[in-house]
């Protein structure tokens, strides 16, 4: 299928989100974990670039995915990345105020794809959203970016590092640069 990104704006506020229609889709992850680049490889050049322009990157910024018909399919919300300090007591104090009601409160949010670097060992940020998007019951999957990087054992030892670590079952192991992994993650964008 190929789909075209048109970017919606970018909100600051919960005043400011997009009124809720398509299932949506948010991408989480500590910064340089590969965010834009998976975005890029996923859906163009487009996400990528807003997202990453100053002034936005302390946004949710929000991008409209249709079908060949033009067809609205997905909402994607790029949020911003978490830093490397540790989480703290609610999510992140680094993070604005309006990313936990996002996530704990949007409706219309169906999945949360939350990236972990597969050549950095589990680290307690990580560990910490998840437990958090657990409390508030949200759907997450897990995504490993960066395999490319790695040979087959280390990848083995990687992911189940990262499992164990992080406390879930599955974990998608994908690349921006090789393109590895990414039909399955458009399959669970799509389920
Ligand atoms: P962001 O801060 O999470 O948006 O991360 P970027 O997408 O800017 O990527 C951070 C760094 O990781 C950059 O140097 C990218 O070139 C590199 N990177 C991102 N994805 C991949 C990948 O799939 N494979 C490899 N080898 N490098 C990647």
Redo the contacts with the bound molecule.
């Keep these: 299928m190929r789909y075209q990104t048109q970017f919606l704006l970018s909100a600051f506020d919960a005043a400011q989100f997009p009124a809720p229609t398509v299932p949506e889709i948010a991408f989480l992850?500590r910064?340089?974990?590969?965010?834009?680049?998976?975005l890029n490889a996923l859906v163009g050049e487009k996400a990528a670039r807003v997202s990453s322009t100053p002034g936005r990157t302390r946004a949710i910024n929000f991008f409209l995915v249709s079908d060949e018909s033009n067809r609205p399919r997905r909402v994607f919300a790029d949020l911003p990345?978490y830093g490397y300090a540790k989480i703290s007591k609610s999510i992140s104090a680094e993070w604005p105020k309006f990313i936990e009601p996002y996530l704990a409160e949007r409706e219309t949010l169906a999945l949360c794809v939350c990236l972990v670097d597969s050549n950095i060992p589990p680290r307690p940020a990580d560990k910490q959203l998840l437990d958090w998007l657990r409390s508030v019951d949200r759907d997450f999957v897990v995504v490993a970016?960066?395999v490319?990087?790695l040979s087959g054992n280390e990848r083995t030892r990687n992911l189940a590092a990262l499992r164990k670590g992080l406390g879930v079952e599955e974990i998608l192991a994908v690349?921006?640069?090789t393109g590895a992994g990414l039909r399955e993650l458009w399959g669970r964008i799509e389920g």
């Design positions: 992850g910064s340089n974990v590969g965010k834009s680049s998976l990345g970016t960066k490319d990087r690349s921006a640069k």
